[in-house]
């Protein structure tokens, strides 16, 4: 059995030697961004009415506008940043105080905070057609500046869609249009239960375009003025693109979600420029940037495209 260590005395503790005090920096220098990186909190997010208290990551850090002090007491940092995420519903509110605490853990040395959290949203989805429902998992990373006392914040997401190359659709109906002409080489005139017999046949859609899972990941900034629904926005830019993945499907929802991809045909460029005109026509985003990777089964490499908001319009 491990023996008990017996609690230090106040006495005790403030005799300990503390390097940050009692020495100077050899090198007299202001540093931007000094703090932890990964550390594990958990957090409480609001979804449909409760909170779902989820782990995330986090990154912490101040500037040290001080030169002359040799460094900061880490501690403050992380103690803060957990009572304060323990005690308080995670939001942009939320976010501000904490950068505002965190400022003031180190009055004579700071004037800066940061935060960057990082976790996983987890959302119950319904099916296409079935009556049924499963759960998909987006991450999300919150970015957060307290400078002057103005806080400022990005917001990353990532939405994952399925893709179907324009060209590999048009060549396959070039194919099975072969086939048909293959296989009737004399008839002029077909009545529409021959055309349905026809197409009913494994053996006459000689080539399907190629799909493949895709990503689109958006990074928005906005200032402390307006809240930004992180749901709100994964939504939006699912219906847009259409053909978002499912969860748990039936045949029927298959079939819809084949009928998606049909009507839905894409390149990596159809996609981003479908999601830069949603996001330009948001007068509140000071700044955004998008990204997206077709993963491509035809390849083994990806089909990129990115953009980001033009400010000098």
Known sequence: MAKKIKAMTTQEKQSLPDITLESSPTIIKTIDKVGMTNITCPIQIKHNNTQQLTPAKINIFINLDNPSIKGIHMSRLYTTTINHFENNPFNQVSIKNCLEKLIKTHPDCTNKAYLEINYDYIIKQSSLSSNLSGYRSYPIS????????????????TITYSSTCPCSAALSRQAIQEKFEEDHPYENSFSKETILEWISKESSITATPHAQRSYAKIS????ENHNIDILEYINQAESLLETAVQTVVKREDEKLFAIKNATHLMFCEDAIRKLDQWLESIEILTDYSITVNHHESLHPHNATASTRKKLNK
């Open 142 to 157: 919150i970015s957060a500046e307290n400078n002057n006392n103005t806080t400022t914040y990005t917001t990353q997401f």
């Open 220 to 223: 928005i900034s906005h200032s």
